[in-house]
């Protein structure tokens, strides 16, 4: 475990942050695909597993998803078609399962969810995301590649998963729940350059863990809550809410299949998301 401090624009630099560092365990390894995890051009193809569904009987809606993209050709939101559209060119590619990713270039697009796709004011809950990073990553101070992001300028940033490079092949996967805080996980994980994962968050005041393709990768017991304004969540870049396309960090990315729950998951459960939904074989 290291601790260190923040230098984040505007942000105090005594702000701490933890880092697990260390060796994953030896089963964290990706599902086998068809078309493979890697690959320049959206890579999958059809591994053996599914997208997640809302009747799904241990993470549906009455398990408490309450937001589901899959974004396999569309922006369609599954649970209660929340408003989402792109903020510039629409550009999807070869994804998982089969389907289709949204890919995202970090500097010109990203997808707009109106209302905060459900997380604004959510004192505890749960989100997933597959993402494959994809070359150099836009950004600076320590924050490059924002896949999630919720903003309000001058108050706070919320909801952020991002990375601590410019290079996936050396940058670990970061957590940045509330305002000026800082990132408050850096997993131990490298996130790696056109490889898939699955990336889940859990958060409650005090208690936090990020987890990638199944296991554990960081944890935080910072205090704090998600704003209850309903500024959107940008899927794609962490961006100005008063100058959209003003980025603070884009992702050069393919993302699929960002789920949200009001519910924690456990560390049993986001283990069976991982092994029984998308790498099931159903």
């Known amino acids: 475990t290291e601790i260190g401090f923040t230098n984040q624009p505007g942000y105090a630099t005594t702000t701490p942050v933890v880092a697990f560092l260390g060796p994953l365990p030896t089963d964290?390894?990706?599902?086998?695909?068809?078309?493979g995890y890697s690959g320049s051009t959206g890579g999958g193809g059809g591994n053996t597993g599914h997208e997640l569904t809302t009747s799904?009987?241990?993470?549906?809606?009455?398990?408490?998803?309450i937001s589901l993209w899959h974004?396999?050709?569309?922006?369609?939101?599954?649970?209660?078609?929340?408003?989402?559209?792109?903020?510039?060119?629409?550009?999807?590619?070869?994804?998982l399962f089969g389907s289709q990713a949204a890919y995202f270039d970090g500097t010109s697009n990203f997808v707009q969810v109106d209302g905060g796709g459900g997380l604004a004011g959510l004192s505890q809950g749960t989100i997933s995301v597959w993402v494959k990073w994809s070359g150099t990553q836009p950004g600076g101070a320590t924050n490059y590649g924002a896949i999630l992001g919720r903003q309000y300028?001058?108050?706070?940033?919320?909801?952020?998963?991002?990375?601590?490079?410019?290079?996936?092949?050396?940058?670990?996967?970061?957590?940045?729940?509330?305002?000026?805080?800082?990132?408050?996980?850096i997993g131990?994980?490298?996130?790696?350059?056109?490889?898939?994962?699955?990336v889940v968050?859990?958060?409650?005041?005090?208690?936090?863990?990020?987890?990638?393709?199944?296991?554990?990768?960081?944890?935080?017991?910072?205090?704090?809550?998600?704003?209850?304004?309903?500024?959107?969540?940008?899927?794609?870049?962490?961006?100005?809410?008063?100058?959209?396309?003003?980025?603070y960090a884009g992702a050069n990315a393919y993302i699929q299949d960002l789920a949200v729950w009001n519910t924690v998951?456990?560390?049993t459960q986001v283990h069976n998301l991982y092994t029984n939904v998308y790498n099931s074989g159903n």
């Not at 964290?28 to 078309?35: E, V």
């Not at 799904?56 to 998803?65: I, M």
């Not at 599954?78 to 792109?86: A, D, K, L, M, N």
């Not at 017991?221 to 794609?236: A, F, Q």
Request: hydrophobic letters at 30%.
């Open 265 to 267: 998951l456990n560390a």
């Open 153 to 185: 300028d001058g108050w706070w940033s919320n909801d952020i998963i991002n990375l601590d490079n410019t290079d996936p092949g050396s940058a670990h996967i970061q957590w940045w729940p509330y305002d000026a805080s800082g990132p408050q996980i």
């Open 28 to 35: 964290h390894t990706p599902p086998t695909a068809t078309g």
């Open 56 to 65: 799904d009987s241990e993470f549906g809606t009455s398990n408490g998803l």
């Open 201 to 247: 968050v859990t958060f409650t005041s005090g208690s936090h863990n990020l987890y990638v393709d199944g296991v554990g990768v960081g944890s935080s017991s910072t205090g704090g809550g998600m704003h209850g304004e309903g500024n959107p969540l940008t899927i794609g870049a962490w961006v100005s809410n008063n100058n959209p396309s003003s980025f």
């Open 188 to 198: 131990s994980s490298i996130a790696g350059n056109n490889i898939w994962h699955n």
């Open 71 to 95: 974004l396999n050709g569309s922006t369609a939101e599954s649970v209660s078609s929340q408003s989402t559209s792109w903020f510039g060119s629409s550009n999807y590619s070869s994804g």
